[in-house]
């Protein structure tokens, strides 16, 4: 089916060579080797693009709530190095506009522009020129138009999770970018963390065979942040919870899963059903705690299950109502092994049928297998940098690092806008299915069929 009509037919809604021309910024020789084995584009998509290398990529910052300043603290080490430079930050807030500023001032010795005076004032802070990269960490609702904004006034742009929430702006998304030629990559920091890295290097090493099933989930007790009245900006977080029923956060679990499966690289998302439990915990919760917010609509628990092209299954939770520790699952199965998440725990499994009797590794085995097949680059940023300990375990700063020096060396970047989009979309869809008994929903092409043509795992390579 043609990607543009896909929506028309299911949700009647409206819907909307460039290799590195500069290599001189090459540090090192496996830099050069780097570049010779970057694929050559496909005409018109976003795959294996790469633009000019930027040899101090200036960073523009809109939104410096909880999450823009916490990620400002991932960049001591990169500008430092004078690969990077703050030179722009923008909220609507101006004390967290100035409170990240001054964050700032201890790392870097020039000051940024500062922008705020109203909530369209972001559109100065994109059109400001020496702003290469824009990285979007405001309320959802902002994502796509500050996204398409900045590609359609020549900038990269780099956004938080989701990058959108409607099929429309999925669609805008895609289109903006292949027009623009410019990268939009939704900064999933869960597929940069060691163990999804790990076990994503096993299953290229063959260690679990064949895939045939992966689970993975955010379940997370946000409660107090949801129902708090000063901690996510205008409590933009809870309206989504009030208004809408699905998996509205499925990118945590859905990126590494996504990278295990081969998603846009051999394989994609097929079809999907959706189904959420009854509401109670976020509603009883605001009741005992006399908060007029009592109307919930989104259930305490979703369960999406995704079928793929090639046969593979998914089963996708998100829970933020319920009181329990955290958990992103990170279950992955496949012919030779089975690893667990939370706490992580691996099965390898020896051909020899048994009745019973089946145990995961023992601890030193599996720590013989996390030696074995840590990805190249945790082994490395944690011998160059101190801040590698920053952001949920490490995770915010390898994904930082990446970002900046692909833009740096001029490579593609890790993950493309079809991967963001792809694993955004889940949200319309499973709301969809949710609405209509669990109905089955087809998973539209974004990436107009080059799934089956591009192979290369951009996260894998060593920089
Ligand atoms: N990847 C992760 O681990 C992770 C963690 C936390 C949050 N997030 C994401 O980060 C984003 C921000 O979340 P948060 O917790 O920081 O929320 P927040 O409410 O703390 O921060 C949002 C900020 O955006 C500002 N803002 C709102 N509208 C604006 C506009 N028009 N122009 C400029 N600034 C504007 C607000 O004033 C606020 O300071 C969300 O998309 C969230 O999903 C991701």
Known sequence: ???????????????????????????????????????????????????????????????????????????????????????????????????????????????????????NDWQQLVK??????????????????????????????????PIAYTMEDCWKLVETAEKTRRHCIMIENCCYNDEE???????????????????????????????????????????????RDGNFYTTHGLGPCSMYLDIGRGDRYDHLTSMSSRELNLSETAKKQGSNHTNITCGD????????????????????????????????????????????????????????????LEP??????KDKYRHPMIKRLKSISDNFKQGHGGMDFVMMYRLIRCLNLGLPLDLNVYDGVMWSAITPLSELSVASKSASVDVPDFTGGLWEKHAEIEIMRDI
Request: aromatic residues 10%; charged residues 25%; glycine residues 8%.
């Open 1 to 119: 089916m043609k990607r543009k009509h896909f929506l028309q037919t299911i949700l009647g809604a409206s819907i909307g060579a460039n290799l590195p021309k500069s290599i001189d910024l090459f540090d090192t020789n496996s830099h050069k080797q780097l570049l010779k084995s970057v694929e050559k584009p496909v005409d018109g998509s976003m795959y294996g693009f790469a633009d000019m290398a930027i040899n101090k990529v200036k960073v523009g910052i809109i939104g410096c709530g909880n999450r823009g300043k916490s990620l400002i603290e991932m960049f001591p080490y990169l500008i430092e190095k004078g690969y990077t430079e703050i030179v722009a930050l923008c909220d609507i807030r101006q004390e967290h506009c100035n409170k990240a500023a001054e964050k700032l001032s201890k790392y870097q010795g020039t000051k940024p522009q500062l922008y705020g005076k109203n909530e």
């Open 128 to 161: 400001q020129d020496n702003v290469d990269l824009v990285l979007i960490c405001t309320p959802w609702r902002w994502h796509t138009p500050m996204a398409l904004y900045g590609m359609e006034h020549g900038k990269h742009v780099a956004c938080e999770v």
């Open 197 to 243: 890295l790990w076990l994503l290097n096993m299953v290229q090493q063959g260690v679990f065979g064949d895939i045939t099933h992966t689970e993975g989930a955010y379940l997370h007790d946000l409660r107090a942040h949801l129902l708090s009245e000063d901690y996510y900006e205008g409590q933009w977080r809870l309206m989504q919870h009030k208004e």
């Open 301 to 360: 628990l979703n369960t999406t299950m995704i079928k793929t092209a090639k046969g593979k299954s998914i089963m996708l939770q998100f829970d933020v109502h319920t009181g329990r520790p955290y958990s992103r699952i990170n279950k992955l199965v496949g012919t030779q092994a089975v690893h667990d998440g939370y706490p992580s725990k691996l099965y390898v499994d020896n051909g020899e049928l048994i009745y019973w009797g089946h145990k995961w």
């Open 364 to 369: 030193n085995e599996y720590e013989a297998y």
